[in-house]
């Protein structure tokens, strides 16, 4: 990946295959970055979530494996029960250490560690979810200049997630789900 890239990031939680099936389907194939994904899952089965986005979506999605590199135009799922983190090289890690905010992927250990990689070129988005996941990681991306998207209450099943981060003082657009696709775009261009 070009260091000059930008990358998305994105955590969800209940109601987020809905939500992030609604952004995927809206943009390019030839979108200019990367989007890396912590969606929480059953620690205890198999995910068809890239399957799923891949049907929807003009984007290459798949599960995250470590060693993996980023490419623009591709999407990666974290795997249920790991955390999914993006090294300076763009390389892909996952690790079993311990849950954050009660969950593992968590959205604040991948944002904190795209935060540290990619520094300005972040922009992290909080979607629709029923605990407080991304807020820490929310604080660090704009401590190192990155841009934070959260989506809209009338547009969460649960809002609690994206509330969670909008309280911290550090988002800086609240998007319609609808729009949300709209903004990435005008963000990475």
Do not use: W
């Amino acid at each position: 990946m070009r260091p000059q890239s930008h990358i998305i990031v994105i955590t969800s939680s209940a109601g987020g295959l809905e939500a992030l099936s609604e952004i995927l389907s809206k943009l390019p194939s030839n979108f200019p970055a990367p989007i890396c994904i912590a969606q929480h899952l059953d620690p205890k089965h198999p995910t068809v979530i890239p399957e799923i986005l891949n049907k929807k979506s003009s984007l290459s999605v798949k599960q995250a494996k470590a060693g993996d590199k980023v490419y623009p135009g591709r999407v990666y799922i974290a795997p249920p029960d790991f955390h999914l983190l993006v090294n300076p090289d763009g390389s892909l890690s996952l690790s079993h250490s311990e849950k954050v905010n009660y969950v593992r992927p968590a959205g604040d250990v991948l944002f904190k560690s795209v935060a540290a990689s990619f520094k300005d070129k972040c922009i992290a988005v909080v979607l629709t979810g029923m605990d407080g996941d991304g807020s820490a990681g929310v604080k660090e991306i704009k401590k190192m200049g990155g841009v934070v998207v959260a989506q809209d209450k009338a547009t969460c099943k649960f809002d609690s997630m994206p509330d969670s981060a909008i309280r911290t003082g550090d988002v800086d657009f609240i998007v319609p789900l609808e729009s949300i696709a709209r903004s990435l775009l005008y963000l990475v261009l």
